[in-house]
């Protein structure tokens, strides 16, 4: 075979397979990988790769669906199906399957392989280089597939007994949410953190800011801190599924309950917003 593909038990060419929609690496990203190279026939530190992808999967409590020695058989097998033993071989594995839901799908993982023919270089050839400042984590402003930080957040939050996570930086700086946007009433007036690269600029708070100004409401888009959210007279948590929501509760603490009819007076008119929006 030129390639091979691996999927919860069924095989076939790579361009041959499919996988349902509802896997989650298809909503989030969530899955680990690992890959190495193999040469006639036999794939170099396999255990070693084994090792790191059982413990990437454990770090991320995702279910394997094999064990150690089970995936080390099955990738022996399939690479004696090549027909060439020079190859690329590639495992995954991701949550599950389920509807999108940010917090975890019970059950297994599902087990991806793929096999691709490679020759590893000998590196007696120079490369040429650039340096790029790391800025992987940094990129919250764009609303990526890769949703693992804020899967994990979710799944903290139920089995805390809470709907969502809020987000801080070193120093105390509150971003976000796992998946909202998070504000504060302190001193009358509507305080939401800039859009910077370090959150999302949620269409829900858009419509909050909007909202406020044509309330007569001010404004202020600066940086807020932990003591802030603990402190505020209101705390507001909005997104595109829950246009205006209140806590009451953070970290196990009462928070807000100061401007209950401040806090009543958005909600009704960003709900009212919506209706006249999506009416018949």
Request: hydrophobic share 35%; aromatic share 8%; charged share 25%.
């Amino acid at each position: 075979m030129k390639t091979l593909g691996y999927y919860n038990g069924k095989y076939g060419e790579l361009e041959e397979m499919s996988i349902p929609m509802n896997d989650r690496v298809c909503w989030f990203g969530d899955g680990v990988y690992d890959a190495g190279p193999c040469r006639n026939y036999h794939i170099f530190a396999l255990d070693e790769h084994i090792d790191r992808f059982f413990n990437s999967a454990g770090l991320l409590k995702i279910q394997m669906p094999v064990t150690k020695e089970e995936l080390k058989a099955l990738l022996e097998d399939m690479v004696l199906k090549m027909d060439s033993g020079n190859l690329f071989v590639y495992f995954q594995v991701t949550r599950g399957t389920g509807q999108r839901n940010h917090v975890f799908t019970e059950g297994p993982g599902n087990l991806w392989v793929s096999l691709t023919h490679e020759e590893i270089p000998d590196g007696k050839t120079p490369i040429r280089l650039i340096t790029t400042e790391d800025t992987r984590f940094f990129h919250c402003n764009i609303k990526t597939l890769n949703l693992i930080p804020s899967v994990m957040a979710s799944q903290r939050a139920k089995e805390a007994g809470c709907q969502e996570s809020v987000f801080y930086r070193p120093g105390g700086r509150v971003t976000e949410c796992a998946h909202s946007n998070v504000h504060i009433i302190q001193d009358g007036m509507l305080r939401t953190a800039p859009t910077d690269n370090l959150i999302l600029p949620g269409i829900a708070r858009a419509h909050l800011i909007r909202m406020c100004k044509k309330l007569c409401i001010p404004v202020n888009e600066t940086a807020f801190t932990l003591d802030d959210l603990y402190q505020a007279e209101e705390v507001i948590v909005t997104s595109s599924s829950n246009l205006c929501l209140w806590a009451n509760e953070i970290d196990g603490k009462p928070v807000g309950g100061r401007q209950p009819e401040l806090l009543e007076k958005i909600r009704a008119a960003l709900m009212q917003e919506f209706e006249e929006a999506t009416q018949a």
